[in-house]
């Protein structure tokens, strides 16, 4: 048990790349909100996913956390594994040299219990899908994790299912020996397109039950590149040997105001803590956060605002998962934390969820003169930030005049100040009776490691 809490990193875990000049760096979103008495949904991140697909003409390489079209009998969402995967077929098709690699979680076949219809296509178009095998990661549950190791692993995941699957009502059935799998509750949670003339990191999965959620992404081109598929080699090497595409060094230029690298796992948590450490008096920090629950995160933001520092939150209230009722955890303890141990200095707003989540993951630190944005895949809480998961960061700093730090300061002013649409909601209106009994269950499951954050 405490080997495999402290154990060693696999080779290229926890990577931080060189910083990259660029002239540019896209700032893209999906939103749904409520606008006179009706649901909108402003979807840009997956046009141009499909777009950077069909552009694509020596390599693609996307690593996926969810990508599977079970949903709900009764619901309705839009067709984002289908698609992407009839895009990369139709691609391959039509340039057979290019080198197609996709990477993904073992969620999507509920750890060995049946196949994915999307996977099954993808091979048989030539397409190779990796799996990834997470077990050299360390355990984040470990009191169950060591036992499930000894006892239970040896046995596999694979045979007829019985038990009615977590992910959606319409899924196939899962084994029992899945589910102890599952409760291991390890993750390949990055979201990486990569190609040799882009690199997108969004914080969206393809994965059609999660089509309606409000998320972020960047975009940037050159070098930064290549060390993405640099950290992506890491996560395939924990599978197997499959040599991925290579992009030339030089290709891109190092030129240009903004500053880019890549982060991934404990390298994002060092650089949110840092960066959150180093905002000033007259600096804003703002948050947008699916999921907030680390306590180093926490206490920077409240020494943040003890020392001048505006810090303003958006956070998504914990209400609902693939229609499933949650209870606020780890969201609302947290933002009481930081309500009480700040004196009020920081201020939160709830995103005003329906079915659908608020599942940005993003921070931006805008100064006078220089800001800096992270957005990707993790959450801040322990699982995404400490070497237990497998995440994926872009990091920009540069002028707080630039293009991507002016959109996305307009992005958190839209939803802070409902510019034409209800997307947030003050504080109190999450603020049930029952915070003490859910922070004392928050602070049980994180003591243990039984959570999903």
Known sequence: MLFNLIKPLPAGISYEGPVHRV???????????????????EQHIFDRIFQAVDEAERFIVIDMFLFNSFTNADQDYPKLSETLTAKLIERKKMYPGLQIVFITDEVNTTYGSHTTPEFERLKAAGIPVILTDLDALRDSTPLYSAGWRMFFRWFGQSGGGWIPNPMAGAAPKATLRSYLKLL???????????TEKTVIIPS??????????????????????SDVLESEQAAVRLSGQLKLPSYPAGLG???????????????????VLRTISEAKPGDTIWLGMFYLGDGRVIRELIE????????????????????????????????????????????I?????????????????????????ISGSANFTPRNLDDFNLETDLAVEGPAGAEVFQEATGYFDRLWNNRDAEYTLDYPAYKDQTVLIKEWLYHIQKFLGFTTF
């Open 23 to 41: 002239n540019r760096v896209g700032f893209l979103y999906d939103l749904t909100y409520k606008q006179g008495g009706r649901t909108v949904h």
């Open 184 to 194: 291991n509750v390890k993750a390949n949670h990055r979201k990486v397109i990569a």
């Open 204 to 225: 969206a999965n393809a994965h059609d039950a999660s089509g309606f959620h409000s998320n972020t992404a960047l975009e940037v081109s050159g070098n930064v590149i």
């Open 253 to 271: 230029g190092e030129t240009g105001p903004l500053s880019v690298r890549s982060l991934t796992e404990g390298k994002i948590y060092a650089y």
């Open 304 to 347: 943040a605002a003890s020392r001048g520092v505006k810090v303003r939150l958006i956070l998504d209230p914990n209400e609902n998962a693939f229609g499933r009722d949650k209870i606020g955890i780890p969201n609302r303890p947290a933002a009481e934390e930081l309500t009480q141990k700040s004196g009020g200095r920081i201020g």
């Open 349 to 373: 707003r709830w995103y005003n969820t329906g079915k659908e989540q608020f599942h940005t993951k993003m921070m931006l630190v805008s100064g006078r003169e220089h800001s800096t944005l």
